[in-house]
């Protein structure tokens, strides 16, 4: 049993990298076995193609961001980013050690700004750096509700049912996870950043090409999926739940 499901398992990674080489080449799109609709329209649909790129982003000034509407305020964002994850990652820097020098480097230009206005008779104040609380709120707030959306996603993917869905997760969490095996957090993260500014402005740009080709790999992963269905998991023998309960 267990020398029929390893080539089966062989068998159908062989035909996946097969069929994705020819779909690749070929950029054809498929469609389903029902012959209703074709699967790039229900790839247009998945990525709301119905609405434009701003407004699944949430649309705002984020959106903006995301989308290089202003060149100036993206290309800062992405190299602030850039000049933390060098900091932190290149040059070998820890956290506590950068905020100690902020607040030494902070603490000598306001004891040279005081003594220098006392020595000039001068009346101007040193200025004083204070962060509202509305902001630590704000930022806690936010972070709590993406959290529990994540975890109510997850959450209803597990119970909903949906077989397809739930290996989808799973495969995801786990090349999460082989990913974080790779680097840290914080380079993680970095990636993470990069891609939400570079990959909704490519699809904004080479919308068409990319829903053609994720077109032919999710029909791909369909037909690839009712074969081992057919071969392997619709054999499994499964427990009759009723009789169980009425014992």
């Not at 190299?79 to 030494?104: K, M, Q, S």
């Not at 509305?134 to 993406?146: K, P, R, S, W």
């Not at 790779?182 to 490519?202: D, E, K, Q, R, S």
């Amino acid at each position: 049993m267990s020398e029929k499901s390893e080539n089966a398992a062989e068998n159908l990674m062989n035909n996946i990298i097969d069929t994705v080489s020819d779909a690749v080449s070929k950029q054809k799109t498929v469609r389903f076995n029902t012959g209703e609709e074709p699967l790039s329209g229900q790839v247009n649909k998945l990525l709301g193609r119905q609405k434009s790129v701003h407004h699944v982003l949430g649309g705002g000034k984020s959106a903006d961001v995301l989308l290089w509407r202003n060149k100036k305020i993206s290309s800062s964002v992405l190299g602030a980013a850039t000049a933390l994850w060098v900091v932190f990652e290149w040059l070998d820097y820890h956290f506590l050690t950068l905020v100690a020098f902020i607040l030494v480097l902070g603490m000598v230009v306001q004891f040279l700004w005081s003594n220098a206005s006392g020595l000039l008779s001068s009346s101007r104040e040193v200025p004083r750096v204070k962060l509202p609380e509305e902001l630590f709120v704000n930022i806690g707030v936010a972070v709590g509700g993406q959290v529990n959306k994540f975890l109510d996603l997850i959450q209803e993917i597990s119970c909903g049912g949906n077989l397809k869905q739930f290996l989808i997760v799973v495969l995801s969490l786990w090349a999460a996870a082989v990913i974080g095996s790779w680097c840290n957090l914080l380079t993680v993260i970095y990636i993470g950043f990069v891609c939400a500014h570079t990959l909704p402005v490519l699809y904004e740009k080479y919308q068409d090409q990319v829903d053609n080709f994720l077109a032919g790999v999710l029909g791909l992963l369909t037909s690839q999926y009712q074969k081992l269905d057919q071969s392997v998991l619709s054999k499994i023998p499964k427990g009759n739940l009723k009789s169980r309960k009425a014992e």
